[in-house]
């Protein structure tokens, strides 16, 4: 029987919006790898069908993110102090892992409610961005986030009095309570269809023989909206509320293994997507086209080609 997901949403997507943001840069790609293989396995102990496998899975994504954990701390306590978002992030998920009941009883750090795609360590090229909140901002998050609770709890607005008279001339009056005023519905945040169609999906791939495609999804998917379908030469993914369905439905180019593919989600809001890894038959060749279209044909053939008049056979990763 499957088992309820062991962190809670807010911290398994900070943890997928830092990942995401650390493999928009080759050279902090690989910090990314620790959060991703930890959060898999917690997928995997959700999806679990019996205690020994939930307990062995759990085990793998602690030692995971232990891991992710070591590295981040080298970043987060230089002076630049980069990545200190998913370094706190990653030691809050291991303490929930680990002892549940220990962690819900430590008070949340200030500065806990800052937006933390925000508080990210790096800038859009890559290069080190300083965290641009000072403590009176992060006081004025902390804050509002307070407000903003006390205004969502459900509170009774002032009573009327019924007033009736009596046949003698007398007046008397009776408290009669008036309804609590629900919170309004959060606001839908908008999916760019229009994007989504002209570019359905990115892929690429990286040194170690994984190829990552990502889809653009709606900001409220969930995991029954998605099918995924792996084949040793094909792939399909269809999401509702996506407007082409599928989404893609064609041959790879390349073969991969179909026992070792998965797919998760990632990010929050209007950047959640799809992810989904596949793994090369050949670890070490290089993709030329993810397809086996026109495109991804004629790519192939000029990569045979060049590689024909080189002499050196598949090209080699890092030569």
């Given at each position: 029987m499957p088992f309820a997901y062991a962190l809670p949403d807010d911290i398994k997507e900070a943890l997928e919006g830092q990942s995401a943001e650390m493999k928009t840069d080759k050279f902090w790609r690989d910090l990314a790898k620790g959060i991703d293989a930890g959060l898999r396995f917690l997928k995997e102990e959700a999806e679990a069908f019996d205690s020994v496998s939930a307990k062995e899975y759990r085990k793998q994504a602690i030692k995971m993110l232990e891991e992710a954990e070591t590295e981040l701390e080298k970043a987060a306590n230089s002076d630049l102090r980069l990545w200190y978002v998913a370094y706190e992030k990653t030691k809050e998920a291991i303490m929930i892992l680990k002892d549940p009941a220990k962690a819900a009883a430590v008070p949340k750090k200030p500065g806990s409610h800052v937006p933390v795609v925000a508080q990210g360590g790096m800038g859009v090229r890559g290069g080190p961005s300083l965290t641009p909140y000072t403590a009176a901002d992060i006081?004025?998050?902390?804050?509002?986030?307070?407000?903003?609770?006390?205004?969502?709890?459900?509170?009774?607005?002032?009573?009327?009095?019924?007033?009736?008279?009596?046949?003698?001339?007398?007046?008397?009056?009776?408290?009669?309570?008036?309804?609590?005023?629900?919170?309004?519905p959060p606001a839908k945040i908008p999916f760019d269809e229009a994007a989504a169609r002209a570019n359905p999906y990115k892929w690429e791939q990286d040194d170690e023989g994984s190829v990552i495609v990502s889809v653009p999804v709606p900001a409220d998917a969930q995991k029954s909206d998605v099918t995924v379908v792996f084949g040793s030469t094909h792939l399909k993914v269809t999401v509702k509320g996506h407007p082409l369905q599928p989404v893609l439905d064609a041959a790879l180019l390349y073969p991969v293994r179909t026992n070792s593919c998965s797919w998760s989600f990632e990010g929050a809001g209007a950047k959640r997507k799809l992810v989904a890894t596949l793994e090369k038959v050949t670890a070490e060749q290089q993709w030329a086209h993810l397809i086996e279209n026109a495109e991804g044909k004629k790519a192939k053939e000029i990569q045979a080609m060049a590689e024909s008049i080189e002499g050196i056979g598949l090209k080699q990763w890092g030569s």
């Open positions: 006081a004025a998050a902390d804050a509002a986030e307070a407000i903003k609770a006390a205004a969502a709890a459900p509170s009774a607005m002032p009573a009327a009095a019924a007033v009736t008279w009596s046949k003698d001339g007398t007046m008397s009056s009776q408290t009669v309570p008036t309804p609590t005023m629900p919170p309004p």
